[in-house]
């Protein structure tokens, strides 16, 4: 069994920063990608940005410049720095990590975490 627990969203005026952080826990021997994933109401999930064990990155391209990726292998924690947030960046935020586990791969996803930006 793996968890996924994220924190750190909340409400934030346009042009300000939040950094959300997603912890992983239970029988995992390893994680291999771990991202973040987003969905704003009426739309589907999207890519946010992931990053590998070894620290590369992929990003949404419109992203890429106001949110940065980083983890702690030893924490087994994943964070997403977002800065200049928009209104158009409210959404439900998802925490996604590919384990291998004592029980072989699982693919885990967080409960999400909101994120609203007001204008």
């Known amino acids: 069994q793996v968890q996924l627990v994220e924190s750190g969203g909340g409400l934030v005026q346009a042009g300000g920063s939040l950094r959300l952080s997603c912890a992983a826990s239970?029988?995992?021997?390893?994680?291999?990608?771990m991202g973040w994933y987003r969905q704003a109401p009426g739309k589907q999930r999207e890519l946010v940005a992931v990053i590998t064990s070894g620290g590369s990155t992929n990003y949404a391209d419109s992203l890429k410049d106001r949110f940065t990726i980083s983890r702690n292998n030893a924490k087994n924690t994943v964070y997403l720095q977002m800065n200049s947030l928009k209104p158009e960046d409210t959404a439900v935020y998802y925490c996604?990590?590919?384990?291998?586990?004592?029980?072989?791969?699982?693919?885990?996803w967080g409960q999400g975490t909101l994120v609203t930006v007001s204008s």
């Open positions: 239970g029988s995992i021997i390893s994680i291999n990608a």
């Open positions: 996604n990590a590919a384990c291998i586990t004592t029980h072989g791969y699982l693919e885990v």
